[in-house]
């Protein structure tokens, strides 16, 4: 997925001017102040909004006309130390424990 999949035009330049990527959860002082997770936009979606999911699980369109600040509150990516590969210990247990007891 892009890191700004979607945006395009004067909504894509605020993002990259802010360091904001698709996934990162975010504060944006508007015209009131919304915290939330930077969501995708479809590719036909205009270029004036940017779409934050918010804590309560709603969406709201924000228009970068009016954004007078956005905070990164926590980066989207993941660093290696933190993600489990797949062929860890713990896999591969868990697929040996499976199939010991559920492929006879």
Sequence with gaps: MSEVQGYS???????KK???????SIKI?????YSGILM???????????VVKLGSGYNVGINVDEIQKIQIVASSE????????????TSQNFASF????NCK
């Design 78 to 89: 993941v660093k290696p130390e933190q993600s489990q590969e797949r062929g860890s210990k």
């Design 9 to 15: 035009g004067n909504a894509l330049s605020c993002l």
């Design 18 to 24: 802010n360091n904001v990527k698709v996934g990162d």
């Design 98 to 101: 499976y199939w010991r007891n």
């Design 40 to 50: 995708p936009r479809y590719e036909s979606g205009d270029d004036k909004h940017l």
């Design 29 to 33: 002082t508007a015209d009131l102040t």
